[in-house]
C-alpha cells in the first residue's frame, strides 16, 4: 500500500529552484534513503511532506490524502537532536503529547517502557545535557516513535556522530524499525549510510534540486557489518557514486 | 556537595569580611577623623543602637524595593513578549524604552510628585521604571533567539501557537529573563532611595541619612548605607534563590526526586 505520494511538488524560493517537480511513492512499511550533496532539494522536500513548507505546484498525499501546508502527520528528525535541557529525558520523549494535548500516566509509562526497551532506562530522571551525542539522538528517536505516526522523516540524522557510534545507531535504528514495522524517510549525504539501511535509494541532485536515479536495493536483511563489502553493496554504492561526481564535474 | 557549598557560601562571607578589614585598616593606619570616615565598629552601632527609630523605614523602602520590583518585572516580561510576538510594535516602542532610560530619574521625580503625590507610589514607579527595561530586553533577546528547528519541531507535531509559546519559549527564555531581573534586582534599591530623596516629605530611610549628614553624624551615615546595600544585597540573593529552584537543569544532572512520583 502506498502510504506517501508526491504528485508533480515543487518549490521555489525566489530565483531558486529547491525542488523542481518531482513524483514519488512510498510504500508503508519501507525504508527509503535520499541521498545528494547539499543543495539538492532533500531538506526542502522533507519540509514540504512534513507540512512546513507548502509546495508551489502539486500535491503532497498521505493515505491518499492531500496534505499540502499543513502539519501533524510525520514524525520528524533532524541532525540536532533539538532535546529541550528544562526536560528530563522522560518528559522529553513525552514531548509531543506535551505540545498537542495531555501527557497522561499511559504516555509515561510509555516512554519509559521505550526507554527501558532500548537503554535508556537508567536516564529517564536525567536532563539531556548529562548524555552523549548518541544517547541524545536515541532519545530524539524514541521521542519521534512515540508520536504514534507510521511515516518518519529522519534527515541525516546521525550526521553530526563519530564513525563509530554512527555505526552502532544504524544498527539499533534497524532493530527499532524491524521492531515498529514503520515506514522511514531517511536523509543523507553518506553513500555507505543510504545502502545499509535501505529498500530504495533515491538519488537526488541539485540546481535545480531533483530525483536523478531510483535504485532498489537488493541487499539482503538483516545487515551486518560485513554487509558493507558484499559485491551487492559495492554495486550499487558505484552506480550511486558515479551520479553524484558526475554531477560534481 | 559540602565542599561546594563551603564554596558558594564561604568565599562571599570571607571577601565581605576582608572588605570591613581593608575599611578598618584604612581609617585606623591614616588615622582618619571619625566625622569623615567613622570605623566598622562605630558604623553598626549607628545602626543597632537606633534600631526602634530605622526599624519602621528599613521596611518601607524594602515595600518600596519590593512592589517596584514585581511591577517592573511584570511590566518588563510582558513588553518583552509583546514587543517579541508583534515586530511592528517592537520597532514602535524600542526606541521610546531607550528614551526611557535616558532620562535621568532624579529629572523624573519632581513631575512624579505632582502627578502622584508624597505616597509610596512615585517610588513604585521609580524602581519600577529602572527594573524593567534590563527584563525586556533580555526577554526580547531570549525569545528571538529560540532555536527555529524547535519552533519548527513542535509545529511538526501539530502544535498550537499558545502551547509552544507555553513549552518551548517560555522555559527557553528562562536563563535570560532570570539575567534580567538579577539585573533589576541589584538596581531596585537605589531607584527607591532616589524616590525617597526626591519624594518624601516625611520619615524616610533616605531622609533619616540626609539628617545624619547634615548633623555630621558620619557614623550613622555610613550605616544607612549599609543598610540600603542589605536590602540591594538580600534582594538580589533571593532572586538568585529563586532562579536556582526554578531552573534545576542548569545544575543538575538528574531531576530531583519530587518531581516525578
Known amino acids: 500500500m502506498t502510504l506517501l505520494e508526491l504528485r508533480d511538488v515543487a518549490k521555489t524560493f525566489g530565483d531558486t529552484i529547491a525542488l523542481s517537480p518531482t513524483s514519488l511513492a512510498i510504500e508503508e512499511g519501507s525504508f527509503v534513503a535520499i541521498v545528494g550533496p547539499s543543495g539538492c532539494g532533500k531538506s526542502t522536500m522533507f519540509n514540504v511532506i512534513a507540512g512546513l513548507l507548502t509546495p508551489d505546484g502539486g500535491d503532497v498525499l498521505v493515505k491518499g490524502e492531500r496534505v499540502n501546508g499543513t502539519t501533524g502527520h510525520v514524525g520528524y528528525m533532524l541532525q540536532k537532536d533539538l532535546l529541550v535541557p528544562w526536560r528530563t529525558v522522560e518528559d522529553n520523549i513525552t514531548m509531543a503529547k506535551r505540545l498537542t494535548g495531555r501527557v497522561s500516566a499511559a504516555d509515561r509509562e510509555e516512554a519509559r517502557a521505550v526507554a527501558r526497551q532500548y537503554g535508556l532506562g537508567d536516564f529517564l530522571r536525567h536532563y539531556p545535557t548529562a548524555l552523549s551525542g548518541g544517547m541524545r539522538q536515541r532519545v530524539a528517536f524514541m521521542r519521534t516513535l512515540v508520536t504514534h505516526q507510521t511515516l518518519l522523516l529522519l534527515d541525516e540524522p546521525f550526521g553530526a556522530l563519530d564513525a563509530q557510534t554512527r555505526l552502532e545507531m544504524q544498527q539499533w535504528l534497524l532493530q527499532v524499525w524491524r521492531d515498529t514495522g514503520r515506514t522511514v524517510l531517511f536523509i543523507t549525504h553518506d553513500v555507505d549510510e543510504s545502502i545499509f539501511l535501505s529498500d530504495r535509494v533515491i538519488v537526488m541532485s541539485p540546481r535545480p534540486g531533483r530525483v536523478v536515479a531510483d535504485f532498489a536495493n537488493p541487499l539482503p536483511r538483516p545487515r551486518t557489518v560485513d554487509t558493507l563489502i558484499e559485491p551487492a553493496f559495492i554495486d550499487l554504492k558505484t552506480k550511486v557514486m558515479r551520479l553524484l561526481h558526475r554531477e560534481d564535474a | ?261
Open chain 2, 1 to 261: 556537595m559540602t565542599r561546594k557549598i563551603l564554596r558558594n557560601v564561604g568565599v562571599p562571607i570571607l571577601s565581605f569580611v576582608l572588605l570591613l578589614l581593608v575599611w578598618q585598616w584604612i581609617v585606623v593606619g591614616f588615622h582618619v577623623a571619625s566625622y569623615i570616615a567613622p570605623r566598622p565598629r562605630q558604623a553598626f552601632l549607628a545602626v543597632t543602637q537606633n534600631w526602634s527609630a530605622l526599624w519602621p523605614l528599613i521596611l518601607g523602602t524594602i515595600r518600596e524595593t519590593v512592589y517596584g520590583f514585581f511591577v517592573g518585572a511584570a511590566l518588563g516580561l510582558s513588553l518583552g513578549v509583546i514587543m517579541a510576538k508583534v515586530p511592528v510594535l517592537q520597532r514602535i516602542v524600542y526606541p521610546v524604552l531607550v528614551l526611557s532610560q535616558a532620562v535621568p530619574i532624579i529629572a523624573l521625580a519632581a513631575p512624579l510628585v505632582l502627578i502622584l503625590g508624597f505616597s509610596v507610589t512615585p517610588k513604585v514607579v521609580i524602581v519600577a521604571w529602572i527594573v524593567f527595561f534590563p527584563v525586556t530586553v533580555n526577554v526580547l533577546d531570549g525569545l528571538t533567539h529560540v532555536d527555529k528547528d524547535l519552533l519548527n519541531l513542535a509545529r511538526v507535531y501539530g502544535a498550537s501557537r499558545w502551547r509552544t509559546f507555553i513549552h518551548i519559549e517560555i522555559p527557553a527564555t528562562a536563563t535570560p529573563l532570570f539575567s534580567g531581573l538579577k539585573i533589576g534586582a541589584t538596581y531596585a534599591v537605589t531607584g527607591a532611595i532616589i524616590g525617597e530623596l526626591a519624594a518624601s516629605d516625611g520619615a524616610s530611610l533616605a531622609l533619616y541619612q540626609e539628617h545624619a549628614n547634615a548633623n555630621l553624624n558620619t557614623a550613622a551615615v555610613y550605616g544607612t548605607t549599609m543598610v540600603m546595600t542589605a536590602i540591594g544585597i538580600t534582594w538580589f540573593l533571593l532572586v538568585v534563590g529563586v532562579e536556582v529552584f526554578a531552573t534545576p537543569w542548569q545544575r543538575r544532572t538528574v531531576a530531583r526526586r519530587w518531581r516525578r512520583r
